[in-house]
């Protein structure tokens, strides 16, 4: 029994979950900060507003400037960009600082609005064509979605239009298919792709997208025709976050992994570590339909160590180690999102999920024969391994991989450790902070998750094998 290794094997544990801790009060503190300062801004903004107002008509000769606010409002930016590239958030805050970012981009595309129609203004003493802008507010992360299916998530879109801008009539807002592809092999490629706008805001729920990119990225653009006391004008967004529509499952892995290194990098040939940790989970949390509100289990320290210390184990990384990285870990998160009951295996801690072999082996030392452990395979991508205690008593913690054969459509992978009588006591992983563990006979943690029930002997004294 190795007392003293399990010992170090918790302390070290508990040393990442306490970093990421005192991670996440610097993070909250930051967060807090910048809220207060866009309370601020908005304050700021609608007194710009007021002031444009009251210059154009003359009742007061203040000249608006925007400078001052813009500075300020691009300091906050870099500050929340700042935590993200130095610091690996839990997913409140993460979320928290994906919004606020939101926020201050919306707020500095009003301001936009505003300012070119004061320049309008002070090239002719007359804006003489309207100030109009359509913005997002609301949509997903880049993602995956299968053609011809109903897209999850709802977008939203907001019209922004200068003070001395009025709008007599307007048309409905449209969805639109923006990429480099022009040979569609179909004139339907949206379906309920136009909405109506009220008190300038149009929502859009249940688009569908009828083509498939192969493997390209393609954006969404919202536009609309407007017409004003000055002119006519069709205003165009600009485009929103990738998306990559897909025919079947198999393509998902690539398909997500390209989104991956888009978002993470840019255009750029390395990033921090940090940086990369938090689009990661990002994405991780998209692809195991987990909403932040709601989380079930996210990435936990042990998580992200075992990701640094195997793939990158450098402050900054590159494209080309993220592309092996998901080589592994894509499939990983594939069998997460597709594979049948896995997902709910790994929230409740039946799957321990990310660790070494070396690491079960460790964590299985001190329990009885027929305790075993279910992990990602680290050789093989995708597949599952369990690892038991046995009676060997030179390899006493043994590991099978459970094959593509092991299971199928009619055999999950409950159902293949049911049968198996060296497995017998699952040690399921009770608190991913903590990292308690705890033993459950498997017909009991299990049960619920098995495809049929077992046939018992009869009474002629027959037994199934």
């Not at 967060?31 to 700021?44: L, P, Q």
């Not at 203040?62 to 906050?76: A, V």
């Not at 976050?241 to 978002?263: F, M, R, Y």
């Not at 195991?288 to 289990?297: S, W």
Request: aromatic content about 12%; glycine content about 4%.
């Amino acid at each position: 029994m190795n007392t003293a290794q399990l010992h170090q094997y918790y302390s070290h544990h508990s040393e990442l979950v306490s970093q990421i801790r005192r991670n996440t009060e610097t993070a909250k503190q930051t967060i807090e900060s910048i809220s207060k300062n866009y309370r601020e801004f908005e304050i700021a903004y609608d007194n710009l507003f007021r002031l444009q107002i009251e210059f154009f008509s003359k009742q007061s000769t203040e000249i608006p400037t925007y400078e001052s606010l813009l500075n300020e409002i691009d300091i906050n930016f870099k500050k929340l960009n700042g935590i993200c590239e130095s610091l690996i958030l839990e997913p409140e805050e993460l979320n928290n600082t994906r919004v606020l970012l939101q926020k201050l981009n919306i707020l500095k595309s009003k301001i936009d609005v505003l300012q070119k129609e004061f320049k309008e203004f002070e090239s002719n003493q007359i804006p003489k064509t309207s100030s109009l802008d359509i913005i997002i507010t609301e949509q997903p992360i880049s993602q995956v979605i299968f053609k011809g299916k109903i897209i999850e998530d709802t977008y939203e879109v907001q019209l922004l239009k200068g003070v001395a801008t009025e709008i007599r009539s307007m048309s409905r807002i449209k969805a639109k298919l923006s990429s480099e592809e022009t040979t569609w092999r179909t004139d339907n490629l949206l379906e309920n792709d136009d909405a109506v706008m009220n008190s300038n805001i149009a929502s859009f729920q249940g688009l569908k997208i009828n083509v498939s990119t192969r493997m390209s990225t393609v954006f969404l653009k919202f536009s609309a025709t407007f017409q004003t006391t000055k002119d006519e004008k069709s205003i165009t967004s600009i485009p929103s976050n990738p998306i990559i529509v897909i025919t079947n499952e198999s393509q998902w892995c690539e398909a997500a992994g390209k989104l991956l290194l888009h978002d993470a990098f840019k255009n750029l040939v390395e990033i921090p570590w940090f940086e990369f940790a938090n689009c990661l989970h990002h994405h991780f949390l998209k692809a195991t339909r987990q909403e932040y509100l709601k989380i079930t289990r996210a990435l936990g320290a042990k998580d992200f160590h075992y990701i640094y210390t195997k793939f990158f184990n450098s402050s900054t990384i590159t494209q080309q180690q993220v592309g092996a990285f998901w080589n592994w870990f894509g499939q990983v998160t594939q069998a997460l999102r597709f594979k049948r009951h896995i997902s709910a295996l790994w929230f409740n801690g039946l799957i321990y999920g990310i660790i070494s072999k070396d690491e079960c082996a460790l964590l299985l030392s001190d329990q009885l024969f027929g305790t075993f452990m279910i992990r990602f395979s680290e050789t093989f991508p995708g597949l599952f391994a369990v690892a038991y205690v046995s009676d060997d008593i030179n390899e006493r913690v043994k590991h099978y991989l459970v094959k593509p054969d092991d299971t199928g459509s009619q055999k999950t992978l409950p159902d293949f450790i049911r049968e198996k009588p060296q497995f017998q006591n699952i040690y399921q992983l009770q608190d991913v902070g903590t990292g308690e563990m705890r033993s459950f006979y498997k017909d009991l943690a299990l049960g619920n998750y098995y495809s049929k029930k077992r046939i018992q002997a009869n009474d002629n004294g027959y037994v199934q094998l």
